[in-house]
């Protein structure tokens, strides 16, 4: 992951994540089968607790490392200066954290360690362990930042966590409410199938590969804005989206496919069956709604664009369309529709047409 933060004087930070999972194997002996099922579930639950303290103590030193750049970067004239400052303050002993919750009468604890495993004028690399312990159950959780000194940066929103040209994530949760975050070259990014962004604001630039890895995207309880520059490509089936969607480029949704928020396309939208859009829809170009797809607010296709929508695609709110219509295979308009151009409406499908 890297990080790139505003500096009034001219400097920026850049850091990079890679978070690697070691997971611990357990072995429990069985000796009769209605107490081992019980043991068994007890150890799992206990085993994914403590992976969740260990993660915690990563986000933690993560977390600390950013608010000593956000204050003290402008205090240190150069890298050499700033990194000495860093080292003394995280990398001189373990760091103990217990502010958990018991855990089934255990206190869980997380023992953190920084340490540098890379040494250049302007760059640094930092190995963060943490190891989670509840009870007798043990896991361990690092992470590899690497923070890079720079002469020149601006143009950057205060709130910014990071800019990266490569992202990778194997953890479950990565939080960072209120934040922004831009990723570059998005090809060479990659989430854990089931990891969870939650940031405010990203920033996808230069995306061709379409977002098919992670579970979801953006802050579910703080909802803002979502980027995605170029072709965006397909979002995948089961990815979710909480915010605002912007595109500048043809976008499509995979069947399973959800947003939650507005959604703007700048080029030709494609809807699969089984997508969820819980917001309005603007589109620049042609808008193609296959079966069972549901768009829950309004839809507005501007310019010369037209509809093609089939199968059982609904729309509930209204459509505003200067393009034509054409509508077959039970798919529906719930609201007014609002049509401009020639409607051709076939095979059950539903519509409450209104001409201009």
């Keep these: 992951m890297t990080r790139i933060l505003k500096d ?12 690697l999972v070691l997971i611990s194997i357990f072995s429990i002996t069985i000796i009769a089968l209605a107490t081992s099922n019980y043991k068994m579930t007890k150890v799992d639950s206990k085993n994914q607790a403590t992976y969740y303290i ?17 204050e003290k970067a402008n205090t240190y004239k150069s890298s050499v200066e700033f990194f000495k400052h860093i080292e003394d303050m995280f990398t001189k002993g373990t760091i103990a954290l217990e502010d958990f919750k018991v855990n089934n009468g255990d206190q869980p604890k997380a023992f953190v360690t920084v340490s540098n495993v890379g040494t250049g004028e302007d760059t640094r690399d930092y190995r ?20 890079s ?10 709130d910014l966590l990071f800019s990266t040209n490569k992202f990778k994530f194997n953890g479950s949760d990565f939080n960072a409410p209120g934040k922004t975050m831009v990723i570059s070259g998005h090809g060479s990014s990659s989430l854990n199938g089931n990891a969870k962004l939650n940031v405010k604001n990203i920033y996808f630039k ?10 979801t995207y953006g802050d579910q309880n703080d909802p803002g804005d979502i980027f995605l520059d170029g072709d965006a490509g397909t979002l995948d089936g089961g990815r979710i989206i909480y915010g605002n969607v912007h595109t500048n480029g043809n976008f499509k949704m995979a069947g399973g496919a959800t947003i939650y928020g507005n959604l703007y396309v700048d080029g030709k939208f494609e809807v699969a069956g089984g997508v969820n859009i819980y917001g309005d829809v603007h589109v620049n170009g042609d808008l193609i709604i296959k079966g069972g797809a549901v768009i829950e607010g309004d839809v507005y296709v501007h310019g010369n664009g037209d509809i093609d929508a089939d199968g059982g695609g609904r729309i509930k709110g209204s459509l505003y369309l ?11 308009v719930e609201g007014e529709a609002n049509v401009a151009g020639n409607i051709d409406a076939t095979g059950g499908s539903r ?3 209104i001409l201009f």
């Design 8 to 19: 009034e004087r001219g400097i920026a930070l850049v850091m990079t994540l890679f978070a």
């Design 322 to 332: 200067e393009g034509s219509l054409v509508i077959k295979g039970g798919a529906t």
């Design 351 to 353: 519509i409450k047409v």
């Design 128 to 147: 963060i362990e943490s190891v989670g312990i509840i009870g007798d159950s043990r896991r361990t959780v690092e992470a590899i930042i690497s923070i």
């Design 54 to 70: 260990a993660e915690a103590g990563v986000n933690y030193i993560i977390d600390q490392i950013n608010r000593e750049i956000q």
């Design 206 to 215: 230069q995306l061709s590969n379409g977002i098919r890895s992670g579970r």
């Design 149 to 158: 000194w720079f002469k020149e940066a601006g143009g950057w929103p205060p």
